[in-house]
Nanobody, 125 residues
Framework: QVQLVESGGGLVQAGTSLRLSCAASGRTASPYSMGWFRQAPAKEREFVATITWRAGRTYYSGSVKGRFTISKDNAKNMVFLQMNSLKPEDTAVYYC??????????????????WGQGTQVTVSS
């Protein structure tokens, strides 16, 4: 089992920044990649960004590329999502997830075995 705990959400104004953190604990085997997803009210959960645990390769959704940056701290078992130039449409619950299967960087929910409880991000206009 892998436990994931997100933090750093909040209420911010459009155009500002926010940094989310995800702390991982539990299973000793490292994940292949760690991802961030988000889910707005009445919408499906959607991919935001992912990073490979060892090499640090990244992949972003088109809607956040250039504004968001995913990073990691292997020593602390943490993943971060720096969100800049936030927009009202970024409002959602943000989830951290772990993909334990080696292969490619995945952008779909089913590829990730473990999930955090989510942290709310609200961007006001």
């Amino acid at each position: 089992q892998v436990q994931l705990v997100e933090s750093g959400g909040g209420l911010v104004q459009a155009g500002t920044s926010l940094r989310l953190s995800c702390a991982a604990s539990g299973r000793t085997a490292s994940p292949y990649s760690m991802g961030w997803f988000r889910q707005a009210p009445a919408k499906e959960r959607e991919f935001v960004a992912t990073i490979t645990w060892r090499a640090g390769r990244t992949y972003y959704s088109g809607s956040v590329k250039g504004r968001f940056t995913i990073s990691k701290d292997n020593a602390k078992n943490m993943v971060f999502l720096q969100m800049n130039s936030l927009k009202p449409e970024d409002t959602a619950v943000y989830y951290c997830a772990a993909d334990m299967t080696p292969g490619s960087l995945n952008d779909y929910v089913g590829a990730y075995e473990y999930w955090g409880q989510g942290t709310q991000v609200t961007v006001s206009s």
